[in-house]
């Protein structure tokens, strides 16, 4: 893999100037993503987002009432079906349209129905944030995502956009990769260009934070949001394998204003630096270094008579300062091997 071909998980900033010019070529993602669907070894690497899935439609099997009727924004190679198939269906979902950026993601897609869920004759090229949505709004009753919202350049916008397809009391439910995701590289990556070079490139961009997530929904029209943050450590024997698998994924790095060339001899360093930093043995006794990818969970409803209101200010019957034994939640992180 050439230098200058570097990979990044690269997220949206959230403030309006940012949303005012174009993070991201979307046709350079296309390209991406249309490379890693037809790509013959694309199974060896669906396992990031697959396992992303797994976690979102875990969260599914918490809804009581029926969701029959989904769409799945920027399905990839239709982890959430996938994961919705190995459990049987939580939430009995009847119908998952799928939608993603060119038709040749969503050919891949297709072929992973089981025959047991409506979908294969429901998909759409959604190639931008702006783009025509074929649904009706106020028809769907869940709306969901999993890694994949990290490269639009208006999320605000789409999140509206979702969020008018919803139906009183529909859901919608997302991950996406968030502050902490790839931070050795990135740490790795500025050293390096900086005692080299004395300057740095734009490699990352901003991404999303757990503080900002809850917001970006509720900004969107959505009641009862919630956001929350989970953490996958992925071992790669060094920073060249991480930057195969994030080209084999589609994730490699489609700024607008990215550096085409850039000396071999930066990578170099910057992975060396990567090793010395974050290298460890693993339990078979072979040098490995971390890549971690922090995903945001998010979901919020559409506003419904039915839904709970929250009770007036000095309402409540106790103080806060009376949960003196409120526990710390840690959320662990867990290892997968590509």
Known sequence: ?????????????????????????????????????????????????????????????????????????????????????AVSNPSRIESLTHCDLHPSILSRAQTFYDGNLAGPDRQFVLDNEQAPIPIEDGTLDLVISSGALHWVNDLPLLLRRAARLLKPDGLFLAAMFGGDTLQELRISLQLAEDEMRGRLAPRISPMVRLRDAAGLVSGAGLALTTADVDRIIVPFTDMFALMRHLKGMGE???????????GRKVFERASRIYEERYGFTDEQGRKCVPATFEVVHMNGWAPAVSQPR???????????????DAAETVVPASKDSP
Request: a positive charge; hydrophobic letters at 35%.
């Open 1 to 85: 893999m050439q230098a200058h071909r570097l990979g990044t998980f690269a997220l949206r900033g959230l403030t309006h100037s940012a949303r005012q010019q174009k993070l991201f070529d979307w046709r350079t993602k296309t390209q991406q993503k249309v490379k890693a669907a037809q790509s013959p070894k694309a199974n060896d690497f669906d396992y990031l987002r697959d396992e992303v899935a797994t976690r979102v439609v875990d969260r599914l099997q918490d809804i009581t009432h029926p969701l029959p009727h989904a769409v799945d924004i920027f399905c990839g190679s239709a982890h959430i079906l996938r994961a919705v198939q």
């Open 252 to 262: 490699t790095n489609a700024l607008t204003t990215r550096e085409i060339h850039c």
């Open 310 to 324: 929250a009770k007036e200010r000095g309402s409540a019957q106790f103080s806060i300062g009376d949960l003196t």
